[in-house]
C-alpha cells in the first residue's frame, strides 16, 4: 500500500474506537486468563492453578450449566431456523395481510427481555396462569410450566424463540426475495407444485440465509442471561441454569476467581463451537 | 380452491394465530395494568369493573422516591451518551478499515472485530478495569462499556455502506486540496446518514433495553437504570401485578415508538448487519 494511502486513510481514525475496544473489551478478554487461575477479592489475589476449572467441572451444581447451556442452544436455534424459515417463506408467498404479519412477528425482537420474562412466568403459573386455564377450557391438564423440572428449560427455550423469532423470520425473507423468480416459473413449467417449490428451491437457496440464522441464534443461545434470571434464576434446583446464569451467581457469592473461570469456559466453548461451525456452514455454501 | 380464496383463508388463518401467540401477552399485560390490585392478581383477560390507569401509572413513576422517573432520566442519558460516541468513532473506524481493506493489518483488525460480536465479555476482569481507572458505578464507565460492545456490529455496518461509496469521491476531494480529516468530516460522514441512522435506532433501542451490563458495571440505588428497576420491582411489588405491568407498559413504549416510525430501518439494519456478520 501506498504511502499516500496510510497518510489519507491514517490510522488515526481508528484510535479512538480502538481505545475503547481495547481497554474495555480486549484487555479484561485477555486479563480473564491469568484471573480464572487465582483466588481474587479485586484488591488481592492468589494463583492456585487451575483449581477453579476442576471446581467447575466436579461440583454438579457448576457443571449442570454445560448441558443445559447446549440444549437450550440447540432447541432455540433449531426452533427458530424451523420457524422462520416457515414463517418466511409464507411471508413471501402471496397472502393478504402480509407487512401486518410481518410487523406482529417482529415486534417482539424490539422489547425488554426482562419484560417479556415477567410476563410470561406469570401467564406461565400452573394453576393462575392464562396459559393453563385456556388448557382447562380446552379440557386439557396444563403442567407446571417453569417449576417441573423436566420441562422448565423448554418453556423458557420457548420464551425465547417467541421473542427471537422475528429477526430469524427477516433474514429469512430477505434470503428468499433474493432467489430470481424465474426458477420458480421454470418450475411450474415443468410440472412442479408448491411443495416442490419449497423443497427444491427455496431451502437450498436461502442457505446463506440460513446460516446467518444458525450461527446468530446458536451463539445467542449460549450466552442467554437475561430470559433465564427474570423467569427461573436457574430453578428450580439448579436445572434452568446456564452457564452465565452461573457466572453471576458465583460473582454475587464473592468467588471472582470462580466466575472468571466460568467466563473463560463459555469464552472457550462459543469458539471451539461457534467458529468451526461458521466455517462449515460458509464452507458448503460455497460448495453447493 | 381458486388462488385468491387460498391468499385470503392462508392470510386469515395467519393472523388468527399471530393474534393467539402475540396479542393475547400484549393485551393481558396492558389490561392488567389498568386495574386494581385485587383483580390484577386473579390474572385473567377480563375487562377491569373500575378503571385504574391513572393512580396505577402515577403510584408506579412514584414509588421509591420516584425511582423509575430517574431510571428513565439515567436510561435516556446512558443511551444518548453511548450512541454519540459511539457514531463518531465506529464510523471512523469503518472508513479506515474499509478504505485499508487489504492492507497488512486489516486482517487482524477484521479478525479482532468479528470476535467482539461472538465472544461474550469478561465480566469480574472488567469490573476490575473500571475499578482500577476509578469509572466503576459511573455514568462514564457503563457509557464506554456499551460502546466498546456495541463498536463491532456498528463498525461492520459502516465498513459495509462505505464499500458502495466510490473512491473516486475520495480522489476528487484530493485532488481539490483537501486531506484526510476533512474529507471524513465534510464529505464522508454526511454519505454515510442513511446508514447512521440505522445504527442510531438500532443501536438506541439495543442499549435501552440492556439489562446484563448495568447489572454488571452501574449498581447502586442511585444508578437505577429502567430494565434494573424493572427487575427489582419484581420482588418489591410480588403481590401488585397491576403496577408491575403499568411498569411493564411504560418500558416497552420508547421501542415501540420507534418501532412505528421506523420499522423499514430496522429489519433493514437488522438483516444487512446479520448478513454481513
Redesign the interface.
Given at each position: 500500500?501506498s504511502t499516500m494511502?496510510k497518510?489519507?486513510?491514517?490510522?488515526v481514525?481508528?484510535l479512538?474506537?480502538?481505545i475503547?475496544?481495547f481497554?474495555?473489551?480486549?484487555?479484561?478478554?485477555v486479563?480473564?486468563f491469568f484471573?480464572s487461575m487465582t483466588r481474587?477479592t479485586?484488591t488481592d489475589w492468589d494463583f492456585i492453578g487451575f483449581d477453579n476449572y476442576i471446581t467447575f467441572f466436579s461440583e454438579t451444581a457448576l457443571s449442570i450449566g454445560f448441558r443445559n447451556t447446549l440444549i437450550f442452544a440447540v432447541v432455540t436455534c433449531g426452533l427458530k431456523v424451523l420457524l422462520g424459515l416457515l414463517l418466511g417463506t409464507?411471508l413471501t408467498?402471496?397472502?393478504?395481510?402480509?407487512s401486518?404479519?410481518?410487523?406482529?412477528?417482529?415486534?417482539?425482537?424490539?422489547?425488554?427481555?426482562?419484560?417479556v420474562g415477567?410476563?410470561?412466568s406469570?401467564?406461565m403459573?400452573p394453576s393462575?396462569?392464562?396459559i393453563n386455564?385456556s388448557l382447562a377450557a380446552l379440557g386439557l391438564n396444563g403442567p407446571d410450566w417453569l417449576g417441573n423440572v423436566k420441562i422448565a428449560l423448554l418453556s423458557v427455550a420457548l420464551v425465547d424463540v417467541?421473542k427471537g423469532v422475528g429477526?430469524a423470520t427477516?433474514?429469512f425473507?430477505?434470503g428468499i426475495t433474493a432467489i430470481p423468480q424465474e426458477y420458480y416459473e421454470a418450475l411450474k413449467i415443468d410440472g412442479g407444485n408448491a411443495y416442490d417449490g419449497f423443497r427444491h428451491i427455496t431451502i437450498p437457496l436461502s442457505r446463506?440465509?440460513m446460516n446467518?440464522?444458525i450461527?446468530?441464534a446458536f451463539?445467542g443461545g449460549?450466552?442467554t442471561?437475561?430470559l433465564i434470571?427474570?423467569m427461573t434464576k436457574g430453578g428450580p434446583g439448579f436445572t434452568t441454569d446456564l452457564i452465565?446464569s452461573i457466572?453471576?451467581k458465583q460473582?454475587q457469592a464473592g468467588f471472582?476467581g470462580l466466575?472468571?473461570a466460568g467466563?473463560?469456559i463459555?469464552?472457550i466453548g462459543?469458539?471451539l463451537l461457534?467458529?468451526p461451525l461458521y466455517r462449515f456452514l460458509t464452507r458448503s455454501e460455497v460448495d453447493q | 380452491m381458486s388462488?385468491g380464496l387460498k391468499?385470503?383463508v392462508?392470510?386469515?388463518f395467519?393472523?388468527l394465530l399471530?393474534t393467539v401467540?402475540?396479542?393475547?401477552?400484549f393485551y393481558?399485560?396492558i389490561i392488567n395494568s389498568f386495574k386494581n390490585q385485587a383483580e390484577a392478581a386473579?390474572?385473567?383477560?377480563a375487562l377491569p369493573t373500575t378503571f385504574e390507569i391513572f393512580n396505577n401509572y402515577k403510584e408506579v413513576l412514584t414509588t421509591a422516591d420516584n425511582m423509575l422517573i430517574r431510571a428513565f432520566y439515567n436510561s435516556t442519558l446512558l443511551t444518548v451518551l453511548s450512541i454519540i460516541?459511539l457514531i463518531?468513532?465506529?464510523a471512523?473506524?469503518g472508513?479506515?478499515?474499509q478504505?485499508?481493506e487489504?492492507?497488512?493489518?486489516s486482517s487482524t483488525?477484521n479478525f479482532?472485530?468479528l470476535a467482539?460480536l461472538?465472544?461474550?465479555?469478561?465480566?469480574?476482569?472488567?469490573?476490575?478495569?473500571?475499578?482500577s481507572?476509578g469509572l466503576f458505578k459511573t455514568l462514564a464507565g457503563i457509557t464506554?462499556?456499551e460502546?466498546?460492545?456495541h463498536?463491532?456490529f456498528s463498525?461492520i455496518l459502516y465498513k459495509a455502506f462505505m464499500s458502495t461509496l466510490p473512491r473516486e469521491i475520495?480522489e476528487s476531494a484530493?485532488i481539490d486540496g483537501c486531506?484526510?480529516v476533512r474529507?471524513?468530516f465534510s464529505i464522508i460522514f454526511p454519505l454515510l446518514k442513511p446508514v447512521t441512522s440505522t445504527i442510531i435506532i438500532l443501536q438506541a433501542?439495543n442499549i435501552f433495553?440492556d439489562?446484563?451490563n448495568p447489572?454488571?458495571f452501574f449498581p447502586g440505588a442511585n444508578n437505577a437504570t429502567?430494565?434494573l428497576t424493572?427487575?427489582n420491582f419484581?420482588s418489591r411489588f410480588t403481590t401488585s401485578?397491576n403496577l408491575?405491568?403499568a411498569d411493564?407498559v411504560l418500558?416497552?413504549i420508547p421501542?415501540?415508538i420507534?418501532?412505528i416510525f421506523f420499522?423499514k430501518k430496522?429489519?433493514a439494519g437488522?438483516?444487512a448487519g446479520?448478513?454481513k456478520?
Open positions: 500500500m494511502t497518510r489519507r486513510y491514517s490510522y481514525f481508528l479512538p474506537a480502538a475503547i475496544y481497554v474495555f473489551f480486549l484487555l479484561p478478554t486479563l480473564s484471573f481474587w479485586l409464507l408467498s402471496s397472502i393478504i395481510f402480509k401486518y404479519l410481518r410487523s406482529v412477528i417482529f415486534f417482539p425482537t424490539l422489547l425488554s427481555t426482562i419484560a415477567i410476563t410470561f406469570t401467564m403459573h393462575q396462569g392464562l386455564i417467541w429477526i427477516v433474514i425473507i430477505a446463506p440465509a446467518t440464522v450461527i446468530l451463539i449460549l450466552r442471561f437475561d434470571w427474570a452465565a457466572i453471576y460473582y471472582y466466575a472468571t467466563n473463560v463459555l469464552f462459543v469458539s461457534a467458529f | 388462488t391468499r385470503f392462508t392470510g386469515f395467519a393472523v399471530t401467540v402475540f396479542w393475547v401477552p393481558f399485560v386473579e390474572m385473567t383477560m460516541i463518531f468513532v465506529s471512523m473506524a472508513f479506515v478499515m478504505r485499508r487489504g492492507g497488512r493489518a483488525i479482532l472485530v467482539g461472538m465472544i461474550p465479555p469478561a465480566i469480574v476482569p472488567t469490573i476490575w478495569v473500571l475499578d481507572i464506554l462499556i460502546v466498546a460492545l463498536f463491532p463498525a475520495d484530493f486531506g484526510g474529507l471524513f433501542i433495553n439489562f446484563v447489572l454488571y429502567v430494565q424493572l427487575y419484581m401485578w408491575l405491568f411493564i418500558i416497552s421501542p415501540l420507534l418501532f420499522n430496522i429489519v437488522m438483516t446479520a448478513v456478520g
